[in-house]
């Protein structure tokens, strides 16, 4: 029994390999290239005045944000921004 716990413990220990840069590329290096695009809207958006900051477009929903692409000259999104900031 004991011989087969310890192959048992030896085989994770040896095809399992974490480095400490895991997270950096992995999860955070795939989030800022979403993150860029997220701010591209956000930069379109207040500029069309839609919002007022760049970073508000992070309060709204992935839904909210594909229909305010079509809408960009006729939309106004602040009031809800700033109710999700104080809620927030």
Do not use: C
């Not at 508000?56 to 009031?79: C, G, H, K, S």
């Amino acid at each position: 029994m004991r011989d087969q716990f310890e192959f048992l413990l030896n085989a994770p220990q040896h095809a399992v390999v974490l480095s400490e840069d895991h997270n950096f590329w992995i999860d955070a290096r795939g989030m800022y290239q979403v993150r860029r695009v997220f701010r591209e809207f956000g930069k379109r958006l207040a500029g069309a005045g839609a919002i007022e900051r760049v970073d508000d477009v992070f309060y709204l929903t992935p839904a909210e944000l594909a229909e305010a692409v079509y809408q960009i000259p006729d939309l106004d999104l602040r009031a809800l921004v700033a109710a999700r900031r104080a809620e927030m």
